[in-house]
């Protein structure tokens, strides 16, 4: 048989890719066709996304494929993209890690009850969700709002200047902390407390679902956030299996039927995010590579430009469990020099601080093992559910050390890949779609006979449980 071809879409924080998919009815055939830089632009006020750079990417990568029968496109989530009443973009949308939205979630809770946002939602808190976004637009009195017509995540923006529809696609709208499960629709309630116009909301639409054209070719939707669509790609026949997608950020997560908004959901600051074919992601977001990024940037500003090659070289020649740090400390969210703010978070502690750039990553590397471990035992007592492997999915499985690392820590076998798990994803769904594969289940089984996987089995634990206490120590 001939074999079909998908253009998989994929905007990651830090670069972007076009994917030419074809399934030859046995195999997924992933090939590149442009990758592109996602640079955000800082004016001296505010942080940005350059979406019309991103939009002229994306109309290159379509452009340079000869035969496709889809489009899909996945896109990171949380951030939003506001519209005028003759559907033209207002501004260029923020980033979320522009500080704006300092002190959003305070102002927030004094209008409705952190505890009641979460019933409602089931949503992690974080204050670069869409909620305490828009609420610092309120709070701060920007115009913006108030010549809005509708508001589109990003994904659902270069959906709509692919087709000319106006949605929200299911996953992507999970994210915001404005999405009600028990409602299955938009929290008006939370919006009209915080004072969010609901006139600017548009239709709910499940990730499979065919939403136009662009050039004769159909639009699909995968599911457009893009955790939502590398999950899809995780190669498990098991029941008992997590997920941790890895790359700029990880997530950390189980696949369930149902979201869990309990108590013990709370008090652990877990997230639900709406998956593929109903499934829920209960998960929870960890700095994860930004840490590695923001730590090669300022280096090689300084005339060091390690390879990874070479940072691995210099984590595996350092004294292991020499300090420790919470990944997720606030001071590590906005970029700048992360080595400066390495040493100085492990001397406010009390530890002794990294010497040198060897010792920073070493640091780095132990310390994000070990918040794995300490997310993963959170999720297995939420959830009531065992885990007895590890899937690392998405770019960060390329790195042998941290998965290695990773499966010491857990104690768990580790499998990584596929790399591409994103666009594979979303691939998948769009096959799905045009009835070219049965079911995740079967996509599933497929990948998990691929070459591209590499296990990792726990060693050396005893000496990791023996430091698990100290690295615990920094997160109180």
């Known amino acids: 048989m001939s074999a079909k071809h998908v253009i998989a879409i994929d905007l990651g924080a830090t670069s972007g890719r076009v994917m030419d998919v074809a399934f030859d009815g046995a195999r997924l055939h992933l090939r590149e066709i442009h990758r592109f830089p996602n640079l955000p632009v800082q004016t001296p006020q505010s942080l940005h996304w350059d979406v019309l750079r991103l939009w002229h990417e994306i109309t290159v990568g379509i452009n340079a494929v000869t035969q496709a029968a889809s489009i899909g496109l996945d896109c990171w989530g949380v951030d939003y993209a506001l519209l005028d009443s003759a559907g033209e973009l207002l501004a260029n949308p923020y980033h979320y890690r522009d500080p704006r939205a300092n002190g959003a979630m305070e102002w927030v809770f004094e209008r409705m009850p952190r505890r009641e946002v979460f019933t409602r939602t089931g949503i992690q808190f974080m204050p670069l969700n869409a909620l305490y976004q828009l609420a610092a637009s309120i709070r701060d009195g920007s115009p913006l709002l108030d010549h809005a017509a509708s508001m589109l995540t990003i994904a659902d923006l270069f959906n709509y200047w692919l087709t000319g529809a106006k949605a929200c696609e299911f996953t992507e709208a999970t994210t915001m902390q404005l999405y009600?499960?028990?409602l299955a629709d938009w929290d008006r309630e939370i919006m009209a407390a915080v004072?969010?116009?609901?006139?600017?909301?548009?239709?709910?639409v499940q990730p499979g679902a065919k939403i136009g054209a662009y050039k004769g070719i159909d639009v699909i939707l995968p599911a457009c956030h893009d955790t939502g669509s590398a999950v899809v790609a995780m190669p498990s026949t098991s029941e008992n299996a997590a997920y941790l997608s890895s790359g700029t950020w990880s997530l950390l997560g189980l696949e369930l039927d149902e979201?869990?908004?309990?108590?013990?959901?709370?008090?652990?600051?877990?997230t639900n995010e709406g998956g593929y074919d109903g499934a829920w992601r209960l998960l929870k977001n960890i700095m994860g590579l930004w840490l590695v990024d923001q730590c090669r940037a300022t280096w090689k500003a300084a005339g060091a430009d390690y390879s990874f090659a070479q940072l691995t070289a210099m984590v595996e020649s350092a004294a292991p469990f020499k300090a420790f740090i919470d990944p997720d400390d606030p001071s590590f969210l906005p970029p700048g020099d992360m080595p400066a703010r390495i040493v100085e978070t492990c001397r406010r502690s009390g530890q002794?601080?990294?010497?040198?750039?060897?010792?920073?990553?070493?640091?780095?590397?132990?310390?994000?093992?070990?918040?794995?471990?300490y997310v993963l035992e959170l999720l297995i007592d939420v959830a009531g559910q065992e885990v007895d492997q590890l899937h690392i999915i998405g770019g960060g499985s390329r790195n042998a050390l941290l998965n290695q690392m990773t499966a010491n820590a857990t104690g768990r076998p580790v499998i990584a890949g596929p790399a591409e798990a994103t666009a594979t994803g979303n691939a998948i769904v769009q096959l799905i779609a045009l009835g070219e594969l049965g079911s995740v289940a079967e996509a599933r089984a497929m990948l998990s006979c691929g070459s591209d996987l590499a296990r990792?089995?726990?060693?050396?634990?005893?000496a990791w449980d023996d430091n698990y206490a100290r690295f615990r120590a920094t997160l109180e």
Do not use: C, W
């Open 180 to 182: 009600n499960p028990a």
């Open 195 to 204: 004072g969010i116009p609901t006139h600017l909301l548009t239709p709910i």
């Open 259 to 270: 979201p869990i908004i309990s108590d013990a959901a709370y008090e652990a600051n877990l």
């Open 352 to 373: 002794p601080p990294p010497e040198n750039d060897a010792q920073v990553m070493a640091t780095v590397y132990a310390s994000l093992a070990f918040k794995y471990r």
């Open 456 to 462: 990792f089995e726990p060693r050396n634990t005893a």
